[in-house]
């Protein structure tokens, strides 16, 4: 259609096709396996499907509560309350949402005002900048190292000002796939108990961590848990991305503004999903089980490379594994990235385009919420190397 003569302006100016889209067509074009995207390429249950049909068939197919169906938000919060031992009532302090990225953005448009700054760890998920940029804050950003992708606590502080009006966290970390430690949230913490910031935590790999370690929520400590958003996903606990369900909590003081705009941006969630969600997440082994589902997974995938010339530190938690192919090439990792799948049938993530300044780090990100087979296949071609 000739619509040129139609004079905008951009708000996202800067917004280009996102490297996942990038890889994933090269890889379709290609025929690679593909370990780029965060999502699992097995069935999900299907249990949790015929729970779904189920809630259809009973005629669960009209709006939904604007805030969620109550009772999933009742298991919601009894599950916070078991495992962080914080209670969020699931009246006014929990949210169904589309998604964590509905719930990031959601919290991100209540609060953030022209002008105000939000900080940002690098690198980070790709779905917080132009969320930033379209309410007019501006994004600050704080730089993981790259040896093991810590946090510089004092660097954090320095960047934290009257302007700071957000903080964004993300543990376990896409894509480092490293878990911030209790003396990390502490320092959090510590740092921002005199300020007016509030923080949106990205913690919907929440299930998915290793070696016995247990999630160090922002909601199981006081202070953060009363200025923060804990925002979570459904899609990534239950292998069922595609379906678009998380939810948010936070206390009520800053979910009342929360749910302002999510009514007027979404109103409410799928509703049969909804149901189904619910009688499924109410048997913890659905969720408890993940550590050692996907621990396997990645010890599969690392046992595999033994010998082979990429280096790595085990993911702490996350679905995904950096591998450091220093030893190999000093090409960029976008074109290593890219000869990877023309040349060998195999696809990743670069990240550089996740850090400050597109950093090389040397590294691309591979996900292992792949069946063994798939992942077999991966390791032979990284071997080949
Ligand atoms: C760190 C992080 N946050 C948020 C999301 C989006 O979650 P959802 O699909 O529930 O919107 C993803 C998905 O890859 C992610 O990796």
Known sequence: MASSHLKFSSKLPNAKT??????????RKHNAIDLSQGFPNFEVDQKLRNLVTNAMQKGHNQYAPMQGYYRLREI??????ILHNRIYKPETEITVTVGATQAIFTAITAFVNKGDEVVVFKP?????????????????????????????????KNKISEKTRMVIINTP??????????????????????????????????????DGNAHQSASRFDDLAQRSFVCASF???????????????APEVLMREFRKTHQFAVF???????????DYLWKEE?????????????DLFLEGLKGSKFKFKPSEGTYFQLLDYSK??????????KRLITEYKLASIPISSFNANNRQDGVLRFCFAKKNETLKQAIDILKSF
């Open 18 to 27: 996102t490297i996942f889209t990038t890889v994933g067509n090269l890889a």
């Open 76 to 81: 919601i919060s009894q599950k916070i309350e």
């Open 124 to 156: 980070a998920y790709d779905c917080y900048e132009p969320a930033i940029e379209l309410n007019g804050g501006i994004p600050i950003y704080v730089q993981l190292d790259a040896d093991g992708y810590k946090p510089d606590w004092q660097a954090f």
């Open 173 to 210: 970390h896409n894509p480092s796939g490293r878990i911030f430690s209790k003396e990390d949230m502490l320092q959090l913490q510590e740092i921002l108990k005199p300020t007016n910031c509030i923080v949106v935590s990205d913690e919907v790999y929440e299930h998915i961590i290793f």
């Open 235 to 249: 899609g990534k606990t239950f292998h069922v991305t595609g379906w678009k369900i998380g939810y948010c909590a």
């Open 268 to 278: 409410c969630v799928d509703h049969p999903v909804q149901r189904a969600m619910a």
């Open 286 to 298: 659905n969720y408890l089980s993940l550590p050692s589902f996907y621990q396997e997974k990645r």
């Open 328 to 337: 190999i090439t000093d090409e960029s990792d976008e074109d290593l990235a």
